[in-house]
């Protein structure tokens, strides 16, 4: 019976592997690895930021779906170093790695789930110091980008409330095998102190009005929770729409509807 290649990536994980030496150098060098930083990598794949990183570290864990590409980590020369999690990323509690030291998160997340995964990440903050991920492009652009611009919404305000999010670089197709469709981006997310339980779940009801509604007036969309004269009062413009109010806006508009 013929065995299995473990080295080619499969369409249902959205693998696409990163090879090229000199972008995995530079993530390396975006996250400055010390010895004895608690490292977990989402996606390893076939190890090459993997094994980049333990020449920093003195070991990893990883978190890898693929029994395939697990059984390869688990039988390469620096196995000793690696802690490998067989499961799916989204469903993983971050908190159980968690050892009194905060945990730096690296990954070159699967397009379909990138979106997702950040938000699960984000809600073990607490636990972490940084992450650098890779994204496609258009999702790192919209994680970062500012108001008053076509592609700052839901996904921007959410993030950069709870984290501060910096794209760092760019990375072309043909650093991967297979090469995707679309140009990839790492950004570095730091997460903030975490917002109390009322007011983070505010948030995200405030969000979701505002921008199912993002060519309304923020008066229209969130009329139901505020007056005009209570915006007025949060020196809030009611005639704004979502995507003219900043962070700080929107967390006071929460912050606001949790004291009502």
């Known amino acids: ?41 989402i996606g390893p794949g076939q ?32 196995r000793k170093k690696i802690l490998v999690h067989q499961t799916d990323a989204l469903k993983f509690n971050f908190a159980s790695s968690y050892r009194h030291k905060k945990m730096r998160i690296v990954g070159n997340l699967p397009y379909h789930i990138s979106t997702p995964l950040i938000f699960h990440l ?28 076509k592609i700052y919404g839901r996904l921007s305000v959410s993030i950069q409330a709870r984290c501060t999010a910096e794209k760092l670089f760019d990375v072309k197709p043909n650093a991967f095998y297979p090469k995707p469709k679309v140009v990839s981006s790492v950004i570095k997310i730091s997460p903030k102190a975490p917002l109390d339980k009322t007011t983070d779940a505010q948030l995200n009801q405030i969000l979701i009005l505002a921008f199912n509604q993002r060519r309304k007036k923020i008066s229209n969309s969130l009329k139901e929770s505020f007056t005009v004269d209570e915006i007025k009062k949060l020196g809030i413009d009611p005639k704004s729409r979502p995507e003219n109010l900043t962070v700080d806006e929107f967390l006071r508009l929460s912050q606001a509807g949790v004291n009502q």
Do not use: C, W
Not at 49 to 70: C, N, Y
């Open 122 to 149: 984000i809600k073990f903050g607490e636990y972490f110091d940084d992450l650098h991920l890779m994204v496609q492009k258009e999702v790192a652009d919209r994680i970062v980008s500012k108001p008053n611009s």
């Open 1 to 41: 019976m013929q065995k299995e290649r473990t080295d080619r990536p499969r369409k249902r994980f959205s693998q696409n592997f990163l090879h090229d030496k000199n972008i995995i150098n530079k993530i390396v060098g975006a996250i400055k690895p010390l010895e004895d930083n608690h490292v977990i990598e």
């Open 47 to 78: 190890g090459a930021l993997t094994f980049a990183l333990l020449q920093k570290l003195s070991q990893i864990e990883v978190i890898e779906i693929d029994r395939d590409l697990v059984k390869m980590l688990r039988e390469s020369a620096e």
